[in-house]
Structure formats: C-alpha cells, structure tokens
C-alpha cells in the first residue's frame, strides 16, 4: 500500500492480483454503498505505469475538481480521465477500466482523513476477494509494450524522453499525457 497526501486529500493506492468479482455492476454498486465519504476508482493495473503515474494524475484531477474546469463533477471520474489521458469517460472506462476476467485490478482511494480511506481499502479488499500486491502497480518490463500500444506512445517519444531507463521514460510521458489533458480543455 502506497500513501500520499495531496492538496489536503489523503490518497491511498493498492494493487491485487487473482481478484474475484461475478458482475461489474453489482461489485461497483457494492463499492459505492460500503465507502461512502471516500473516492473510488479501480484500474487495470496491467495499464498503470507505477504510483507516480497515479499520483499526477491524482494531483491534476483534484485541481481540475477543485477549480471547477473538470470535464466531471464526480471526482473518482476525473481522476480516471487522468490516468487514461482521455477526454471521453467511455474511452478512458474501455481503457482503464475493469473488465470480466481481469485479474489485476489497481485500487485508488481519495478521502478527507487516513482513517476513512484505509477503512474503504480494506472494504475494497473484502469485496475484490484477491491478494494484496502492490507489484502489480509497479512498471515492469512485461508492462511496457501493453501501455506503448494502449497509450500510443510510440518509440521516437520514448527515445525523445529518455534519460536513465525506458520505464522512466515511459512513466514520464503518462504523467505528460495527463498533464496535457488539462490544457487541453
């Protein structure tokens, strides 16, 4: 479990792995009745690209909220048209979000207090019925190819970023892509 706190928000990230849940609907209905006063959103991990993608766009989401420029009211939606760097909420939900079968799932919780979203994690946890690993969050090498295609970062940018490894490079252009997305309003 990653922590952070930003613009006076308590931000907790959690991976799983081997995750068990029968009907999207019913699982996100669960969520929002049982973590009331938090912030949820849920990803496929395979797509993040470590917690400092998750973090800027945390960071860029709660601004676009905050100041009212946000293409969402809600701001579990707009943290997730951050991290997929999409303009659409359908676009960055095919993107981003759950799928039936998916099996890694990226847990992002956003709440007032410590104790509130550590509270709505472990609930999360319950109803996910999976294993808690935060390396499913981690960039890898396997992961790189799969967000190259699904971001559209193309080899020229990552050579044009590149400073001490692809993953950074790589990391950095997904924090880029978000924080273009707010100009781009």
């Known amino acids: 479990m990653r922590e952070a706190t930003i613009l006076g ?6 991976g799983f792995r081997r995750v068990k849940f029968d009907n999207i609907e019913t699982f996100f209905d669960q969520i929002r009745s049982e973590t009331k006063g938090c912030h949820v959103q849920l990803f496929d991990a395979r797509l993040i690209g470590g917690f400092d993608h998750l973090y800027f766009s945390v960071l860029n989401a709660l601004k676009a909220h905050d100041s009212g420029t946000g293409i969402s009211r809600n701001l579990a939606v707009e943290t997730l048209l951050y991290v997929s760097g999409q303009h659409q909420i359908g676009r960055a939900i095919e993107l ?8 890694e799932v990226a847990v992002l919780v956003i709440s007032d207090t410590q104790q509130e979203a550590v509270k709505a994690l472990d609930r999360i946890a319950d109803l996910l019925r999976g294993e ?13 190819e799969l967000i190259k295609a699904a971001f559209d970062l193309t080899d020229l940018e990552i050579e044009a970023t590149l400073r001490e490894s692809e993953k950074e490079a790589v990391t950095n252009l997904l924090i880029e892509r978000a924080a273009l997305l707010a100009t781009q309003r």
């Open 132 to 144: 808690r690993c935060e390396d499913v969050i981690e960039l890898t090498d396997e992961k790189i």
């Open 9 to 14: 928000r308590h931000l907790i990230v959690e």
């Open 96 to 103: 981003m979000g759950l799928k039936p079968g998916l099996s």
